[in-house]
């Protein structure tokens, strides 16, 4: 919700305060930037303090930060508010995806795509409520506030639960600081950064870069993550049979044809072209877990933490470039036509965003030969 009631309400944030966009680019980045701090920070600590205390404390970063923006006066207050949010994302991460591959070690890439069905899944809440709140004139405190409910009730689940700790992963810190170093484990990190620019980097500025499209941005926000929750609920038949580096080729594919559809669509080929892309992103961040949890579990929570973190500040560095792409494209455009401005700025960002997947599938084709590989080795 956080993310998608923050995509919604850019425009009003930017008048309000008269931001720019590369302004409002460092204060989406502050969310992906806190996201990393706190996943370095919970995978670190996860062997000594289990889980339950991680989400405790996101429960407190979540509280202070959704006080902060609410009564946030200009750039600075925004800042360091939205940091605390992204903190508290993060501390969620750190201890949720480490316990899901403890408790479900036969399944851990088709549960971990179920755990995450909740993230598009609330962003498809966010969406509708920032949507229907805006169009009732309802002011972006509003907006913040009414995140306060589900803060409220994790907190109060927390209370009730203790969490279970298994043994699907390492929890020995040498161990997990060890297997980081791996070719592979880096690889993957590499390509985290790209798979999560491709997507978060793409929809958090959905309203800015297709506003003037003819579709609605938080429609279409909804409608990706809506797809986005159910493909990741029934992810585990088409895991079993492309395996993670089959799914991970597809998705890398089906991504970039969507960016580039939308960069050159208008009216309702851009709901087409939406479609192309949610079918696209929607299993790279828990395949790409789920991967390092099943072929390198020695990396541990530190390293599916880490995973996590990697994505996420990639699309902080990302995010003011971006909101400095849409500067440009928008100065680049006014000059060429004074009707279409923000429709050609849009598509101008779109044929930059691209450039992400189209090196991803390159990176999971040769990392699919690589496993063939191995794997006729290993059968020899």
């Keep these: 919700m956080t993310f998608a009631i923050r995509a919604g309400i850019l425009g009003q944030l930017g008048n309000q305060f008269n931001l720019s966009d590369t302004q409002l680019g460092w204060i989406n980045a502050m969310a992906f930037l806190g996201f990393p701090l706190a996943t370095l920070f919970g995978g670190a600590v996860y062997n000594f303090v289990g889980p339950k205390k991680l989400l ?135 390509c985290m950064t790209l798979t999560a620019t491709t997507e978060l980097g793409t929809q958090q500025w959905i309203d800015k870069i297709l506003g003037a499209s003819g579709a609605s941005p938080m429609l279409i926000l909804a409608m990706i993550t809506g797809l986005m929750a159910i493909g990741r609920f029934f992810a585990g038949p088409l895991i079993n049979r492309f395996n993670p580096v089959g799914v991970l080729l597809l998705s890398a594919v089906f991504a970039c044809a969507g960016i580039y559809s939308m960069s050159v669509a208008s009216g309702a080929m851009v709901y087409i072209s939406a479609i192309v892309f949610a079918l696209g992103v929607t299993y790279f961040w828990p395949t790409m877990l789920g991967f390092v949890a099943e072929n390198i579990p020695q990396s541990g929570a530190l390293g599916l933490s880490l995973m996590g973190g990697a994505g996420m500040f990639a699309v902080s560095l990302w995010n003011p470039v971006i909101g400095g792409w849409i500067d440009s494209a928008r100065k680049q455009a006014s000059q060429m036509d004074s009707t279409n401005i923000e429709l050609l700025a849009g598509q101008a960002v779109l044929s930059q965003l691209v450039i992400f997947p189209a090196v991803l599938i390159i990176a999971f084709a040769a990392l699919a030969i690589f496993r063939l590989k191995q794997k006729q080795a290993a059968t020899a």
């Design 56 to 190: 405790q404390l996101a429960f407190v970063c979540h509280l202070l930060g959704l006080g902060l923006t609410i009564s946030a006066s200009g750039f600075w207050s925004l800042l360091i508010s939205t940091l605390f949010i992204g903190f508290a994302n993060g501390s969620v991460e750190a201890s949720c995806n480490p316990l899901i591959a403890d408790i479900y070690r036969d399944r851990k890439t088709t549960m971990l795509n179920r755990f995450h069905v909740w993230f598009p899944g609330g962003i498809v809440v966010g969406a509708l409520c920032s949507k229907f709140m805006t169009d009732a004139g309802l002011g972006w405190q509003l907006q913040i506030a009414i995140m306060i409910i589900p803060t409220l009730a994790y907190g109060l689940m927390l209370l009730q639960q203790s969490l279970p700790r298994a043994n699907g992963i390492s929890h020995s810190t040498s161990e997990n600081i060890k297997a980081l170093f791996s070719p592979l484990f880096l690889f993957m990190v590499l």
